[in-house]
């Protein structure tokens, strides 16, 4: 589920619940010999401790990647330390706040000096939000210091990760067996930590805020894919395109499988913006008339049938619903289309070939009828 506040520059997925304190480590540790290594052979079990070995080591490997100038102390959050019971109190309470404090002036004589009661706040609602891990940069909190918030422990083997609009629409993939947990970890790492160097959207308007979060999304997954290419886990590269892919649909801030193909060359642009705000609107209103469930239900369409609204929008597609539209949002409805089913497992998508074969009536009626047959 993607809940990011302005505070977290990014985070793949992110989820309502407990979380986090940290360790600290200097940019310059060298990634340990026991770094994740090829991904298609059927996945190990790995502790916690092991998976976030292997996180750091991603988070190392980008950060060697930068000149020596430009490197970064990182401080590593682990989330799975913090106290939930903190995180259900005011943030303003006392107790929160001498925990914090007393945690990063651990970490760093002096360092939340600066901070007023709106950064404890802040600090407080990106740590109640983070599951899968983030980044906190440098303008979040004053400091020149990289903060890494470390996934927690139940995220460990991406059984089960939320890919929700809203806490109350959940959605599930499985991870293929063959797609090891710390290869993904390693690859995860190094994504996090490439948005302390990016540019700060806070001050934007709605649109051009997102065309830099997303464009920030673009470079830090294309760090991430190089990761997985330097380790050979190139099937996770694969997974998480599709994955992105099917975001699209859901989360207009992490789609980001377009502007990574090999034909694209350049930034997100405020025409990518609007099309696919356009794609994200369209989608839901076309969903709305061939289904002729409320529009305003579309979102748990999507999100609770993911195959069914894949397989209707594949079959408004090809009668022609979205022929009025330019072709940057038709290309994003494609790779929607395209995603599937290398993101869902079992695959329930249907067979277009027989989805034309039967009689007249709506999209949804065919897919329906096609489902029971």
Not at 62 to 80: G, H, S, T, Y
Not at 229 to 254: C, M, T
Not at 289 to 306: F, N, Q, V, W, Y
Request: proline content about 4%; aromatic content about 10%; overall charge negative.
């Amino acid at each position: 589920m993607k809940i990011c506040n302005h505070f977290v520059a990014a985070c793949l997925s992110v989820a309502l619940s407990s979380t986090a304190v940290a360790t600290s480590t200097m940019a310059s540790d060298k990634i340990p010999e026991s770094s994740p290594q090829n991904s298609t052979q059927t996945q190990e079990k790995y502790t916690h401790e092991e998976l976030m070995q292997s996180f750091r080591a991603g988070v190392r490997w980008r950060m060697e990647q930068k000149p020596k100038a430009e490197q970064k102390n990182v401080i590593f959050i682990a989330l799975d330390a913090y106290d939930p019971t903190l995180l259900s109190i005011d943030p303003g309470n006392p107790i929160f706040r001498n925990f914090t404090h007393d945690f990063f002036e651990s970490q760093k004589s002096g360092f939340t000096d600066e901070w007023d009661y709106d950064a404890y706040v802040n600090y407080h609602k990106s740590l109640a939000e983070a599951k899968f891990g983030g980044a906190f940069p440098e303008h979040s909190f004053g400091v020149d210091d990289c903060i890494i918030a470390e996934p927690r422990s139940e995220a460990d083997e991406f059984d089960e990760v939320v890919l929700a609009a809203d806490i109350t629409n959940k959605i599930f993939y499985i991870l293929p067996e063959n797609l090891d947990d710390a290869d993904m970890q390693f690859g995860i790492g190094a994504h996090e930590v490439d948005h302390c160097f990016q540019p700060n959207s806070v001050q934007s308007d709605l649109r051009t805020k997102t065309k830099i979060f997303l464009n920030n999304e673009r470079l830090s997954d294309g760090v991430m894919h190089k990761a997985w290419e330097f380790i050979g886990a190139l099937d996770q590269s694969h997974f998480w395109k599709k994955l992105r892919s099917y975001q699209s649909a859901r989360d207009i801030g992490h789609s980001t499988s377009l502007f990574l193909k090999e034909h694209f060359n350049g930034e997100v642009e405020l025409e990518h913006i609007n099309a696919l705000y356009q794609f994200y609107r369209i989608l839901r209103k076309r969903l709305a008339s061939d289904s002729g469930i409320d529009s305003r239900l579309t979102h748990r369409l999507i999100a609770e049938r993911p195959a069914l609204s894949r397989d209707i929008t594949h079959c408004m597609l090809k009668n022609g619903a979205f022929e009025d539209y330019n072709d940057i949002m038709i290309a994003f409805i494609t790779d929607y289309i395209d995603a599937f089913p290398q993101v869902l497992r079992p695959d329930t998508t249907i067979n277009m070939a027989k989805l034309e074969a039967v009689p007249a009536g709506s999209c949804t009626e065919k897919v329906l009828a096609l489902e029971s047959s």
